[in-house]
């Protein structure tokens, strides 16, 4: 059975169960490691006197898996296992696990993608396959909601806003501003805006803008923008990533007849298409997909691509 839960719904539905009574086999997808720190640290809580033992996946194995759940043993019924990268199991060792039973103690499987070995799970009708998905963008308010509820820091709405405003909306950065925060400010009271501002600096790399000037040819003051994030790949491939899916839709706005009423993004994607042939954009778009890999790799190459790309500009 496959089930699908937003991260802060699965905490919800999970807190009207008892989490001591939690058993069998589950198999449970997160979208990012603060997700899985969240999860593990939530499931693993107020477990009585139940033991749970930590594996990688790289050390199970069959023998393993038919001595611990299939024979007889004197301890081998009264540990619980959370086995990491789950997406490292084979074929074989996923038919053995959905083949055993388990009573009176878990078995979770953490998986961190949706390749071969997750979707050969969600198909088992034996293992309780449970995604976690990632805030939809326009669920950010909610997601820092979410941070701040979990971590009990209180905000003012100034702050909240300028929060959203500057750093990246994702859970990763969301989380670790809260817990610096709270970190810092320990007591119950509302923080305001100047208090945060003084633990936290302005990050956040607006795609919308950076599209917008780089759609406009206005390639100098892209490049000099970029420049100016030097260190952090994780946010350069997130902006690579949208930008190629910009620069496509700029290949080909047809898709734009087919709304009934168009945005203001879509609107300048109507207008700044027409400065750019398709054979530029195309080579634009193998560009950033060059850009994308360098960042995925965190080859130190990527900033010294991004200072020629600038001189070019010069």
């Given at each position: 059975m496959h089930s699908k839960y937003q991260l802060w719904d699965f905490l919800n539905t999970f807190k009207r169960e008892n989490p001591k009574n939690i058993e069998g086999l589950f198999a449970i997808k997160t979208f990012d490691h603060v997700c899985l720190k969240i999860i593990k640290d939530f499931l693993l809580q107020d477990l009585g006197d139940k033991r749970v033992i930590y594996k990688m996946a790289g050390e199970i194995k069959k023998d393993w898996i038919e001595d611990e759940f299939k024979s007889l043993s004197l301890f081998s019924d009264s540990e619980s296992f959370f086995i990491h990268q789950a997406n490292d199991l084979n074929a074989e060792l996923i038919d053995c696990f959905s083949s055993i039973q388990i009573t009176d103690r878990f078995v979770?499987?953490?998986?961190?993608?949706?390749?071969?070995?997750?979707?050969?799970?969600?198909?088992?009708?034996?293992?309780?396959?449970?995604?976690?998905?990632?805030?939809?963008?326009?669920?950010?308010?909610?997601?820092?909601?979410?941070?701040?509820?979990?971590?009990?820091?209180?905000?003012?709405?100034?702050s909240r806003t300028w929060i959203l405003e500057v750093l990246e909306n994702n859970l990763p950065t969301f989380y670790n501003a809260c817990f610096l925060l709270k970190l810092n400010h320990p007591g119950p009271y509302e923080l305001g805006l100047a208090e945060v501002q003084k633990l936290l600096s302005s990050e956040k790399v607006d795609h919308f803008v950076m599209a917008s000037l780089f759609s406009k040819k206005k390639k100098r003051e892209f490049y000099r923008k970029l420049t100016s994030f030097q260190s952090d790949f994780d946010k350069m491939r997130s902006l690579f990533l949208f930008m190629q899916s910009h620069l496509l839709k700029m290949a080909d706005p047809s898709y734009l007849s087919l709304k009934s009423k168009l945005t203001n993004y879509d609107k300048e994607i109507q207008t700044t298409s027409k400065l750019w042939?398709?054979?530029?954009?195309?080579?634009?778009?193998?560009?950033?997909?060059?850009?994308?890999?360098?960042?995925?790799?965190?080859?130190?190459?990527?900033?010294?691509?991004l200072k020629l790309d600038y001189f070019r500009c010069s």
């Open positions: 979770i499987l953490s998986f961190e993608n949706d390749q071969i070995s997750w979707k050969k799970v969600v198909k088992e009708e034996k293992i309780q396959a449970i995604t976690i998905e990632a805030p939809k963008f326009w669920e950010t308010n909610k997601l820092l909601d979410f941070c701040c509820h979990y971590l009990k820091l209180r905000l003012s709405h100034d042939t398709v054979d530029d954009l195309l080579s634009e778009i193998a560009r950033f997909n060059k850009l994308e890999v360098l960042s995925k790799k965190k080859d130190s190459n990527l900033w010294h691509e």
